[in-house]
DNA sequence: GCCTTTATAGCACGATCGAGCTAAATTCGT
DNA sequence: ACGAATTTAGCTCGATCGTGCTATAAAGGC
């Protein structure tokens, strides 16, 4: 028999082509041909490893919000270990500046992930993974914005689900105008947002007029 | 001769079947025969008002930034007419308001603002009326917080540049998030959020550290 | 060499698409 | 009725697409 090709690394592969041809070009091309021509190979060999195309986007868009949870997984850790005593307020920043597209890599993310997301709104198929994205940010900040409390960074009468609500809509909003008005709004000024923001809320406060 | 037809109403009614195509299956389904039958018109009576699919995207799309405008416009006179002396705040915050998808009219305005500023990523032509609307955002959101700070409503040493970035980012957020997540982000929850970022701007703060 | 398994390859078909183009219908003025 | 202008209509073609399906190549074990 034919030397082994580890199924999961070839779909992968396949996976980024997809996402080549989506940054580039959007979604709409990202059609099995053209993926097919852009991992170089054929189409039957594509297809000897998605059973179709919704099978192809489905894993495309598994496989980017794994990239996503692992990097910021990889991230939070490194920030654990370097100091678990650290500044608090600054570890927090950095855990949720790496949301931003604030490097080249994680601007070719954030463009894929507004790709994708915005595609699960008429793609039945794709909805749950959109779904489980969105849990995921907004469970980190959640938790980012509980700890930061437990620990007297943020006022004990703060109200953590309306908090997570806007700044994870701060967070997406700034990744929005990045990836379509990239010269409106520079890695500079995202993380002056952020700071500004943590800044403010870790202020003392009165509850919600 | 035949009945006249005023060009730029029939323009207008076939822009509101790619509307209600895209708003239902996605702009890549808004194709000159989809938006026909849509229409109630044969493909041939289309493509007497557009010289091709390209000049109903973008008739479609400048349309839309045209009704955003209006709305926007129309809601300003009517705060101003009501009283012209009255609560800046609460003002202010009705006029933002109307940049949020609190019903269903502007929330189908929500979806076709993101539909097709995200396919403007990708297509040239699309591109300066995506920069358009964002300008129009952006310069609104900035007149009003320069206003707030005139009148003694925001602090002397806010930065307006740097808090125009961070409420259209809020804005323009909490509206993606309730196109694509309209379970997690209702009407009360968006005000709510807003309401407690212009009330947070309002205090009295320290230049960012 | 044969068999089996795995991987590569692509033809063919029906569907949809945009656009070139032609033709017919409609309606008013003369 | 005719002519002109406007509107309606849709055939045709080449292109692209997903998918059913078949065929070939590749490689190891016996």
């Known amino acids: 028999m034919p030397k082994i090709v580890d199924p999961e690394e ?20 990202a059609s099995l041909r053209n993926v097919a021509e852009e991992a170089g190979l054929a189409i039957g060999s594509v297809r000897h490893y998605f059973s179709d195309h919704n099978d192809l986007m489905i894993f495309a868009m598994r496989e980017l919000g794994r990239r996503v949870r692992l990097r910021i997984q990889a991230h ?9 005593e650290g500044d ?4 927090a920043e950095q855990l949720l500046a790496e949301f931003l597209p604030l490097d080249d890599a994680r601007r070719e ?10 595609a699960a709104r008429t793609r039945p198929e794709l ?15 959640r938790r980012v914005l509980r700890e930061a409390r437990r620990v007297g960074g943020l006022p004990g009468a703060v109200d953590i689900p309306l908090q ?13 105008h990045a990836v379509l008005y990239p010269e409106r709004v520079t890695p500079q000024s995202m ?19």
Chains 1, 2 share one sequence.
């Open 10 to 29: 070839r779909r992968r592969a396949v996976a980024e082509a997809v996402f080549r041809v989506s940054a580039r070009d959007g979604l709409e091309h």
């Open 88 to 91: 608090r307020r600054a570890m």
């Open 76 to 84: 939070a850790d490194r920030l654990l270990a370097s100091d678990p």
């Open 164 to 176: 997570t609500l806007r700044l994870t809509a701060l967070l997406d909003g700034l990744t929005l």
């Open 127 to 141: 909805r749950p993974l959109a779904d489980e994205m969105d849990d995921g940010v907004r469970a980190i900040v």
């Open 109 to 118: 993310e954030a463009v894929l992930w507004l790709t994708f997301t915005t």
């Open 191 to 209: 993380r002056k947002v952020l700071r500004q923001h943590l800044a403010e809320l870790a202020r003392p406060t009165s509850p919600t007029p």
